[in-house]
C-alpha cells in the first residue's frame, strides 16, 4: 500500500489557504510554534555559554546576596546581587526562584557573610555563576556538582525544556492539525 502524498500536500495547503479561519490559524500557529520554540530555547541558552572551570579561574567573594525585582516596561523580573564585604555589586545570573537556599539562609542569619566561588559566563561578558557557596563555618548551602549540572542543562539549547515544550503543546497542535488535514483529504468539499 504506497501513500498519495500528493493527495496529502494538496489537503495540507487546501487547509493553510483556506476559507475555513479556525482549521487554518491553529495549522499557522502550529507551523510557527514548531519553528519558534527551538529559536526560543536557543535564545535563553545563550546566556549561560562559555568557558567554564576548571579552564577559567573561579572567583571567591564574601558577602551577601540582595534580592529584588527589576522593572522592564511593564514587567517585573526578579534578579539578584551579590554584595561583597569591601561594597562591590555584581548582578548574579540567578534569582531568588533558582537559589531559594541561600535565600532561606540569609533570612536565618542576616548578619553573617556568605562565602561564594563561581565565575562570569560568556566568556567574562555575562552574568556572574555561583558554583557554591557557604558558611564561614564550612556548611554548605550550594553544592558545586549540583550547580554544574544545572548550568550544563542551561547550556543545552535543544534540552529538557524544548522536548517539555514539544511533548507538551507542539506534538498535540500537530495530531489535532494531521486530524483536520486527513478530514480535507478524504473529503476534499471540506476545505
Same mark, same amino acid.
Request: proline letters at 6%; hydrophobic letters at 45%; charged letters at 20%.
Given at each position: 500500500? !504506497? %501513500?498519495?502524498?500528493?493527495?496529502? /500536500?494538496?489537503?495540507?495547503?487546501? +487547509?493553510?489557504?483556506? #476559507?475555513q479561519?479556525? &482549521?487554518r490559524?491553529?495549522?499557522?500557529?502550529?507551523?510557527?510554534?514548531?519553528?519558534?520554540?527551538?529559536?526560543?530555547?536557543y535564545?535563553?541558552?545563550?546566556?549561560?555559554?562559555?568557558?567554564?572551570?576548571p579552564?577559567?579561574?573561579?572567583?571567591h567573594?564574601r558577602?551577601?546576596?540582595?534580592?529584588?525585582?527589576e522593572?522592564?516596561?511593564?514587567?517585573?523580573?526578579?534578579?539578584?546581587d551579590?554584595?561583597t564585604?569591601?561594597?562591590? !555589586? %555584581?548582578?548574579?545570573?540567578d534569582? /531568588?526562584?533558582?537559589?531559594?537556599? +541561600?535565600?532561606?539562609? #540569609?533570612?536565618?542569619? &542576616?548578619?553573617?557573610?556568605?562565602?561564594?566561588?563561581?565565575?562570569?559566563?560568556?566568556?567574562?561578558?555575562?552574568?556572574?555563576?555561583?558554583?557554591?557557596?557557604?558558611?564561614?563555618?564550612?556548611d554548605?548551602?550550594?553544592?558545586?556538582?549540583?550547580r554544574m549540572?544545572?548550568?550544563?542543562?542551561?547550556?543545552?539549547?535543544?534540552?529538557?525544556l524544548?522536548?517539555?515544550?514539544?511533548?507538551?503543546?507542539?506534538?498535540?497542535?500537530w495530531?489535532?492539525?494531521?486530524?483536520?488535514?486527513?478530514?480535507?483529504?478524504?473529503?476534499?468539499?471540506?476545505?
Open positions: 500500500m !504506497s %501513500i498519495n502524498w500528493s493527495a496529502w /500536500r494538496k489537503a495540507f495547503w487546501a +487547509v493553510f489557504w483556506g #476559507q479561519k479556525g &482549521p490559524k491553529l495549522l499557522v500557529i502550529t507551523l510557527v510554534l514548531t519553528i519558534w520554540f527551538p529559536c526560543m530555547t535564545l535563553q541558552a545563550r546566556r549561560f555559554q562559555g568557558v567554564m572551570p579552564n577559567v579561574p573561579s572567583v567573594l558577602g551577601h546576596v540582595i534580592f529584588g525585582n522593572q522592564s516596561g511593564r514587567n517585573r523580573y526578579p534578579i539578584a551579590f554584595v564585604e569591601g561594597g562591590r !555589586s %555584581i548582578r548574579l545570573q534569582d /531568588r526562584n533558582t537559589i531559594p537556599e +541561600v535565600q532561606a539562609w #540569609q533570612q536565618q542569619r &542576616p548578619l553573617e557573610l556568605l562565602s561564594v566561588e563561581g565565575f562570569w559566563l560568556q566568556d567574562g561578558e555575562g552574568l556572574f555563576w555561583i558554583t557554591s557557596a557557604g558558611t564561614a563555618d564550612g554548605v548551602i550550594l553544592n558545586q556538582e549540583r549540572k544545572i548550568l550544563k542543562k542551561k547550556q543545552n539549547p535543544f534540552g529538557e524544548l522536548m517539555w515544550l514539544y511533548l507538551v503543546v507542539v506534538v498535540p497542535l495530531l489535532i492539525s494531521f486530524f483536520i488535514v486527513r478530514k480535507v483529504r478524504i473529503s476534499p468539499k471540506a476545505a
